[in-house]
């Protein structure tokens, strides 16, 4: 799937893909995958992009709305439909679940680093 606010993101910061593909420990050519939807990011990945950009995860997989594309329309009249407390509430437990999810990912590679480093040291 295409999240162009990954793209954005870079730009707005004037970051090369290089640079990016490294904070990730990934190569330039797999990022540009990433960032043309061609490649799905971990959730490793969002972390690490999350925290290089200084915004939630969710900000990073917000997706543009075009004038005129009828998921637009859709997602305008959903907003009008659906109470705002409601959506605060979904959106928050949404965050808390994604957070929880993001954690327990980077503690397994941690555990996975640990036995391997383990397993090799010997």
């Known amino acids: 799937m295409y999240y162009p606010n990954i793209r954005s993101m870079r730009l707005k910061r004037d970051y090369k893909q290089e640079y990016v593909a ?3 420990s990934i190569s330039q050519p797999e990022y540009s995958k990433l960032e043309n939807g061609k490649r799905s990011p971990s959730a490793t ?3 690490q992009l999350a925290q290089l950009y200084t915004v ?8 543009a709305e075009k004038p005129g594309d009828i998921r637009t329309v859709e997602v305008q009249r959903s907003r ?3 109470p705002r407390d409601m959506v605060d509430s979904l959106m928050s437990n949404y965050t808390h679940l994604m957070n ?4 327990q990912q980077a503690r397994q590679q941690q555990v996975m680093d640990t036995i391997l480093a383990m397993k090799f040291k010997n």
Do not use: C, H, R
């Open 22 to 24: 490294d904070v990730l």
């Open 45 to 47: 990945d969002l972390k």
């Open 56 to 63: 939630t995860v969710e900000s990073l997989l917000e997706t």
């Open 80 to 82: 009008e439909l659906v």
């Open 100 to 103: 929880n999810y993001l954690d």
